[in-house]
């Protein structure tokens, strides 16, 4: 069975796959189009992670039985195309909820502490001359009130972790938490908290969740956090709001479209903490992942019940 890697893969990572027995992977990094073009017509299963599997890639897919996701969220899946072909699309929930819970949690650090601000300044000889003015401002999680948008796993594994460090923790659900935790409407929670951190998936019902008009009825000095999808922010109106003092400060892992290019304008502000969707990586995330995955052809071969099926 040939199974494709669409990802950037490090020498570790490759080695890891090279070792499964039974599977012949084969790794092809996300920006080289003529070697994904070259790899996967003969392909049977495709392990996808960010770049979009278009109708036109299903099109040029003739052997493709599974598209399987590394991680959870598969708005980048033409899923129609997929059903119509017979082709099964499986992600993989709870494989990255650690890690992703970390990255949430080291953002909201980074921004509050301003870390890499502070760790320029340090590599530059500049650490004891700071202007006294540029460390205003910084300050801690606790006695803070955190809203979670969203409670799924990321959001439940960070909140005993945020009320340890002494903040209250509030959630706008679709779906009410059934731990305790103080469940409100989005209305409300936009207005009370100190830190919005998003963890819902991009849907027609969620992107643009954070309009302009959203944004503007959060309580002022907010920080956002966006670990889940940048298609659920209105990256202009987010803009405007960083640079006017409503909000105080961003840390984002995601963006409307990826990869981010440096010109953009929310990467030229420096109160934004910015990572290039890698919230997920892990030494244990991919360990996890490829459990999972590989388990998954075994399946496809055994024609048993694929696990997490979404097509």
């Known amino acids: 069975m040939k199974v494709l890697l669409h990802y950037a893969a490090s020498p570790a990572v490759r080695a890891r796959v090279a070792r499964i027995p039974g599977l012949r992977v084969v790794v092809v990094e996300e920006r080289d189009r003529d070697g994904f073009l070259r790899e996967i017509p003969d392909t049977d299963v495709l392990w996808h992670s960010l770049e979009r599997v278009t109708p036109q890639v299903i099109d040029a897919a003739p052997k493709l039985k599974l598209v399987q996701k590394i991680g959870v969220g598969v708005d980048t899946i033409a899923l129609d195309a997929c059903k119509a072909r017979g082709i099964a699309v499986c992600n993989m929930p709870g494989t990255n909820t650690q890690a992703v819970a970390e990255m949430t949690l080291a953002l909201m650090f980074a921004v509050l502490r301003r870390i890499v601000m502070l760790d320029t300044t340090t590599h530059s000889d500049r650490g004891w001359s700071l202007p006294p003015a540029s460390l205003d401002g910084i300050g801690e999680i606790g006695g803070r009130t955190i809203g979670l948008i969203g409670y799924g796993g990321v959001p439940r594994r960070l909140v005993p972790v945020l009320r340890a460090l002494g903040a209250h923790v509030i959630v706008w659900s679709r779906t009410p938490p059934d731990d305790g935790t103080e469940a409100v409407t989005l209305d409300d929670l936009l207005a009370r908290s100190d830190i919005v951190s998003l963890h ?48 105080a400060a961003a840390g984002l892992d995601v963006f409307a479209n990826e990869p981010a290019s440096a010109d953009r ?8 903490v910015a990572t290039p969707h890698v919230a997920w990586v892990s030494d244990e995330t991919f360990e996890r992942s490829f459990a999972v995955a590989t388990e998954n052809c075994r399946r496809l071969s055994a024609r048993e019940p694929l696990l997490h099926r979404i097509v």
């Open 200 to 247: 819902v998936p991009a849907t027609p019902q969620t992107t643009g969740l954070l309009d302009a008009a959203r944004i503007a009825a959060m309580k002022r000095g907010a920080i956002l956090i966006n670990t889940a999808r940048g298609a659920l922010v209105d990256e202009t109106a987010l803009v405007a709001a960083l640079g006017s003092g409503q909000l």
């Open 265 to 272: 304008p929310i990467l030229s502000l420096p109160n934004v």
